[in-house]
């Protein structure tokens, strides 16, 4: 099945900075990207998404980025605050196959 | 529409013991998917239903695990001769499975092997 490779594992910014996690993944076939957030002992939520027929899309302090030639994908959380930090999961699937195959995660703390 | 239900939230099994683990999806929803969450390999992929048949099962240790959508209503991922190694998180996961990609993830069972 697809690998993706999520990075960093661990994410520790300041109040108000942007945070940053990238992800690659290996199938040309993948072509929907879905970032998930998991808050402490809360189920995995969709917060953004992106489809391989763009290239950026944002949503208020989200923004994602997809390299299709490059094969990443990035989440770009602008203006962090307290209540941002989570689990986020990067995620590529096949809307034809429709899995969908998940990064490790990064634990992101926003310090205030 | 109470979302993804998983029951029970909490399991714990005595090493060798079984395990039966039960998900109702959102009804409606075509696509049903099992992952194993742990801190060190974050979600792993299990198995994957749709329209209850089986899809895929790569991502499924073939020989003391197994998943079964007998109805629309409901799947079940069973462990037999559990093992310390099988604890986790057990999530699942449902979709629309019509161009609709989104998945909605229940609360998960964790599952403790003593």
């Known amino acids: 099945g697809e690998q993706v490779e999520q990075l960093p594992s661990i994410l520790r910014v300041q109040e108000g900075s942007s945070a940053s996690i990238n992800c690659s993944y290996e199938?040309?076939?993948?072509?929907?990207f879905p970032w998930y957030k998991q808050e402490p002992g809360e189920n995995p939520k969709l917060i953004i998404d992106?489809?391989?027929?763009?290239e950026r899309k944002q949503i208020q302090e989200l923004i994602v980025l997809l390299d299709k030639k490059a094969k990443r994908f990035s989440l770009h959380i602008t203006d962090t605050q307290p209540g941002d930090s989570a689990m986020y999961f990067c995620?590529?699937?096949?809307?034809?196959?429709?899995?969908?195959?998940f990064g490790k995660g990064t634990s992101l703390t926003v310090i205030p | 529409n109470a979302g993804v239900i998983q029951t029970p939230r909490h399991k714990v099994t005595g090493k060798g013991q079984e395990a039966t683990l039960w998900c109702e999806p959102i009804?409606?929803?075509?696509?049903v998917f099992w992952y194993r969450q742990t801190i060190v390999q974050g979600l792993e992929f299990l198995t994957y239903?749709?329209?209850?048949?089986?899809?895929?099962d790569s991502g499924m240790p073939k020989e003391r695990f197994s998943a079964q959508m007998p109805n629309q209503s409901h799947s079940t991922l069973k462990i037999q001769s559990t093992q310390p190694q099988d604890s986790a998180v057990y999530l699942c996961?449902?979709?629309?499975?019509?161009?609709?990609?989104?998945?909605?993830f229940g609360a998960g069972t964790r599952l403790s092997v003593l």
């Open positions: 009804s409606g929803h075509s696509a």
């Open positions: 199938d040309s076939a993948s072509n929907y």
């Open positions: 996961a449902s979709s629309l499975d019509r161009g609709q990609n989104t998945l909605y």
């Open positions: 992106i489809r391989s027929n763009m």
């Open positions: 995620a590529a699937s096949n809307t034809g196959y429709q899995n969908f195959y």
């Open positions: 239903f749709r329209n209850q048949a089986p899809i895929d």
